[in-house]
């Protein structure tokens, strides 16, 4: 199994930064991507961004694109997400994921998550 722990979330203005980190444990070695996902009240969990753990390459929602950026660092199994220009529209639960399907996007495709941070942006 895999452990995924989430950190960084809070309350910022519009046009504010923060960055959110996931720290992975367990069996590492089985993940080839992880995934950035966030749920909004009265909203299904949506994909926000995904790195894979070899080469870092990206891929990253329409609604982000700009915005954010994930990035990973490999010595300490974390995974962060630096989300800029916050919107309200960002506010949401958002959650870290890993998954062994090359930049998935589906939340079909991670079999494992955490346990979300709150990301709440005020207008």
């Known amino acids: 199994q895999v452990q995924l722990v989430e950190s960084g979330g809070g309350l910022v203005q519009a046009g504010g930064s923060l960055r959110l980190s996931c720290t992975a444990s367990g069996r590492i070695f089985s993940v080839y991507t992880m995934g950035w996902f966030r749920r909004a009240p009265g909203k299904e969990r949506e994909f926000v961004a995904a790195i894979t753990w070899s080469s870092g390459d990206t891929s990253y929602a329409d609604s982000v694109k700009g915005r954010f950026t994930i990035s990973r660092d490999n010595a300490k199994n974390t995974v962060y997400l630096q989300m800029n220009s916050l919107k309200s529209e960002d506010t949401a639960v958002y959650y870290c994921?890993?998954?062994?399907?090359?930049?998935?996007?589906?939340?079909?495709?991670?079999?494992?998550w955490g346990q979300g941070t709150q990301v709440t942006v005020s207008s």
């Open positions: 994921a890993s998954g062994t399907t090359i930049l998935a996007r589906r939340v079909s495709q991670y079999a494992y």
